[in-house]
């Protein structure tokens, strides 16, 4: 994998924790940049169920678009979660 290709990642994992908080509302509990590292985490977890079910072949704008998707909701799933864990305090 490219240096480039990691940093795309990473950069689509972060927008997606961002976008994930927009949806989820209230106040971050770990701050934007915990959104933005949940963000990251879920584009990984996104990506890695993409890959079970054979879908986002890389290079391609339909595998870029599915990889945001995907990012999105691993995101939207952890900020969620978080959300829930961190009120439970």
Excluded: E
Excluded at 9 to 35: C, E, H, Q, T, Y
Excluded at 49 to 60: E, K, M, N, Y
């Amino acid at each position: 994998m490219p240096a480039w290709s990691l940093l795309v990642w990473l950069a689509i994992g972060a927008i997606a924790g961002l976008i994930a908080r927009g949806f989820i509302g209230g106040i971050p509990p770990f701050g934007k940049i915990g959104d933005m590292i949940l963000g990251i985490a879920g584009g990984v977890v996104g990506g890695y169920v993409l890959a079970l079910l054979g879908f986002g072949a890389s290079g391609t704008v339909g595998g870029l678009i599915i990889t945001c998707v995907a990012a999105l909701g691993g995101a939207l799933l952890l900020v969620w979660s978080s959300k829930l864990i961190k009120v439970k305090n």
